[in-house]
């Protein structure tokens, strides 16, 4: 008796499947033809037999949404670089695409360092499946081109790689990996001379180098006389100078058994990190054994990120078998950091990446202060989106802060720009990236993890926590509660819609976000910014960017920004509240601010 309707809901299921195809081709008749010329050049005898059958398959298969979204575009480099799910396709990470990246790049390099004969990259990957075969691909394509690579015998954090630029005196470099992305992504991140991912003019001209490049321009047969592989003697030197970010070693001594319990998610933080942690003086260091496993699928995560509070189970669960103090994670290429630590009511609470960034500024201007290492010309640098209690805490102080774009290249960009006269002595952003010392030019966790530990230590050597030195900082400087909303919108469409949301919010912005008015508004895309009489100013940047903000009368703040490496659309709310007084108010003030979230995201219909 359950066959028929068992047959009904399957024609009904397959029929809506077939008018979902049949709608797709008839929309897209254009852009899949498109789709399939660029497809069927993916069949030539240059592409392995592999790819030549997953090319045809997805040619064969009457819906053509893989298609499209393999073949609508070449995948391009944004705010962090060349990264994007793995697979065949133009659209994809594969040894082709990587190949190509790899071609313009060295083609870049050879015109920009004209008559140099001794030209050097650095090359590393992360954990991440094809991680290693991408990395030799690129050390050959680089090597055959007449330049010298230095290739990682094996993964190594994302700011070593940096240091290693800067360490070997290199032009440029590459790391091969997703950072905190799900398993089914790779990427390729691009260094210059400086340490720091490319940034204008480079990253434009390896642009337009990487799309002159066709597949049989790439020079695949590697020059195993120019490729030296590099590893311990490296980990050194990059141990080394992360003692640099070292505020106070004598609290580090006295507090040497605070109880520290790390996770590497997998990634590359495994060895590294407790290595950096004995180096400063902490000695009791306990791993989440599941996640020191090198595993590019991250089999005990959902996904292997930082701000998703679910990757930081297993870290609690070992932390509270323990007795811990803290937890602390490093996501997979090991350049941004997680803390959880006990709250009033011991209790695990995880901090965010602006509560923990504005811990790490109030904490280096604090004790520098007190131990006279401040001279008056230091700087701190923070993006725009993240929170603006830092430029109370820094101003108070009489610190320099300066404001940048997000992506760490831009934070790099402020340390470049100074070096010699000022003194950079740390910065970050909201996404859980800090970088306490100058040695390195990108986020760095293994230093930024040492220092956390340091705080715990300072904050226990003076009879409090990591929690209650966070109340203090809100008491003296004010509350603040920030979140961010991550509208995903994958594929060619959803491309499309993230452009359309841009261009409404432009042509008609908000007055009132939550029933706060908007008093100020700025856009990056033409460096102005309006105030709520229709005055208009101009914003002094050092270059353009697709981000909006609103700044309401009552300190309110809401940016809003298309991700530069993910399919999304993310929009950062900061609130405010001034009848926090001291720590018994956090708990009545977090849940006002969220309050304040809901009407704010109503206003800008993000349910």
């Known amino acids: ?52 059958k997953s090319v045809q398959a997805m040619l064969d298969n009457d819906d053509k949404t893989e298609l499209i979204d393999a073949f609508y575009r070449d995948l391009e480099f944004g705010t962090g670089g060349l ?38 990259v650095v090359v590393g990957h992360d954990c991440r499946n094809n991680g290693r075969m991408f990395a030799e691909s690129v050390a050959d394509i680089f090597s055959a081109n007449g330049i010298k690579v230095y290739l990682f015998e094996g993964l190594r954090p994302t700011p070593e790689i940096s240091f290693a630029i800067r360490q070997l005196g290199c032009q440029a470099g590459v790391n091969v990996t997703a950072s905190h992305n799900p398993k089914e992504y790779n990427g390729y991140k ?38 030296q592989i590099i590893g311990g003697e490296m980990d050194w030197d990059y141990l080394q100078a992360v003692k640099e970010a070292m505020v106070d070693q004598d609290v580090i001594l006295r507090q040497k058994d605070l109880n520290i319990v790390y996770s590497p998610m997998h990634g590359t933080g495994r060895v590294i990190i407790p290595e950096a942690l004995r180096s400063w003086g902490f000695q009791n260091i306990h791993v989440v054994p599941e996640q020191m496993v090198i595993d590019g699928n991250f089999p005990t995560v959902v996904s292997p990120n930082p701000e998703n509070p679910e990757a930081m189970t297993l870290g609690m669960k070992l932390g509270t078998k323990l007795n811990a103090d803290l937890v602390i994670a490093s996501d997979p290429d090991a350049d941004r950091l997680a803390i959880v630590c006990r709250n009033a009511k011991g209790e695990w609470e995880i901090l965010n990446g602006n509560q923990t960034c504005m811990m790490f500024c109030w904490y280096i201007i604090a004790n520098k202060k007190k131990l006279g290492q401040l001279k008056g010309n230091e700087f701190l640098v923070k993006t725009i989106v993240t929170t603006e209690v830092i430029a109370k805490i820094a101003e108070k102080n009489e610190v320099e802060l300066r404001d940048c774009y997000t992506g760490f290249k831009w934070i790099a960009n402020e340390i470049r720009v100074s070096e010699g006269v000022k003194k950079y002595i740390g910065g970050g952003e909201e996404s859980f ?30 009879g409090r926590t990591l929690y209650d030195v966070l109340m203090d900082i809100y008491a003296e400087y004010g509350f603040s509660r920030e979140v961010t909303v991550n509208v995903v919108r994958p594929g060619k469409t959803g491309a499309d819609e993230i452009k359309q949301m841009m261009t409404n919010f432009r042509n008609q912005p908000p007055t009132e ?46 940016s809003v920004r298309p991700s530069g490496t993910e399919p999304k659309i993310k929009f950062y709310i900061e609130v405010k509240d001034p009848s926090f007084k001291c720590a018994e108010c956090y708990e009545r003030c977090v849940k006002a601010a969220e309050e304040k979230v809901a009407a704010i995201k109503e206003s800008l219909k993000l349910d």
């Not at 991912?197 to 066709?214: F, M, S, T, Y």
């Not at 986020?443 to 003076?462: T, V, Y």
């Not at 990056?524 to 100013?537: E, I, R």
Request: aromatic share 10%.
């Open 190 to 227: 691009a260094y210059w001379d400086d340490g720091a991912q490319v940034l204008a003019p480079h990253d434009k001209g390896i642009i337009d180098e990487v799309n002159k490049v066709k597949i049989h321009d790439v020079k695949f047969e590697g020059n195993k006389d120019l490729i």
């Open 433 to 462: 990236g800090f970088l306490p010392f100058d040695k390195v030019r990108d986020k760095d966790s293994p230093a930024s993890i040492c220092l956390i530990c340091e705080i715990a230590a300072w904050a226990k050597d003076n």
């Open 1 to 52: 008796m359950d066959f028929f309707p068992f047959l009904f809901v399957n024609f009904v299921a397959n029929n809506v499947n077939h008018q979902k195809h049949k709608c797709i081709m008839e929309n897209n008749k254009d852009l899949i033809m498109q789709c399939e010329a660029r497809a069927k050049e993916w069949l030539s005898p240059a592409f392995d037999e592999e790819t030549r």
């Open 513 to 558: 976000l939550g029933g706060s008015k908007v008093a100020l508004s700025k856009d990056y895309q033409t460096l102005q910014k309006t105030d709520d009489k229709g005055n208009t100013t101009a914003l002094n940047m050092p270059d353009k960017s697709n981000v909006l903000q609103w700044f309401c009368d009552d300190d309110t703040k809401v």
């Open 83 to 120: 990264r994007g799910i793995m697979g065949a396709g133009t659209n994809r990470m594969n040894k082709y695409i990587v190949g190509m990246a790899t071609q313009g790049f060295a083609n870049y390099i050879l015109k920009a360092f004209p008559g140099k004969k001794d030209l050097a």
